[in-house]
């Protein structure tokens, strides 16, 4: 099984997290309801199992608590998937959720980087800063080692982009992370 446990304990934030690239039962709870909904979308989407418990100063903001998840999700994701062999390596979907449709495509390259071009129309979603979306996404690809590219090709409604990125993620992956062979997928031999 291609899985990983992290702890992640700060002033700001307490994490529990096992991520199975292989399936399994999905729990997240991080006291931030839309959030959580994010969360479960995306690894159901990718195929993935996913328990996950954090606590943050969300007397705060929802800022540290969806940024560490972001961190501890990435670190679990490159942990997991180890040494990359057999992997497809890249992934990349559309997803139309009513009058938005976005895109995202990666590369479980191991040279993190993210492109990030989905404005968000209204500032909350129920009592999740929309802003703090680009900021998981940042979290996960640099801590995961992924080349990741999201695009909101059009909307209006920042809980429709905001699920569309989510779910679409969630499918670049299972295509991403999918084993084809038992080589590197890399000319140079290595990622």
Not at 46 to 75: C, K, P, R
Not at 159 to 174: D, N, R
Request: aromatic share 8%.
């Amino acid at each position: 099984m291609r899985q990983a446990t992290i702890q992640r304990t700060t002033k700001e934030t307490d994490i529990s997290l096992t991520l199975c690239l292989d399936g399994g039962e999905v729990s997240v709870s991080t006291g931030i309801g839309f959030f959580d909904h994010m969360l479960t979308a995306l690894a159901f989407y990718a195929g993935f199992g996913l328990e996950l418990s954090a606590l943050g100063d969300l007397h705060v903001d929802g800022h540290h608590t969806v940024e560490d998840v972001g961190i501890v999700l990435g670190q679990a994701f490159r942990e997991a998937l180890g040494d990359k062999k057999g992997i497809r390596r890249y992934g990349s979907a559309f997803v139309p959720m009513d009058e938005a449709l976005c895109r995202t495509v990666l590369d479980c390259s191991n040279r993190p980087f993210l492109v990030f071009d989905a404005p968000m129309p209204q500032p909350m979603i129920g009592g999740y800063d929309s802003c703090l979306t680009v900021e998981f996404m940042r979290a996960f690809a640099v801590n995961g080692g992924i080349t990741l590219h999201q695009k909101c090709e059009y909307g209006d409604n920042a809980h429709h982009i905001t699920e569309a990125l989510f779910k679409s993620l969630g499918l670049a992956l299972k295509e991403a992370v999918r084993v084809e062979g038992d080589g590197v997928v890399s000319t140079k031999g290595a990622l």
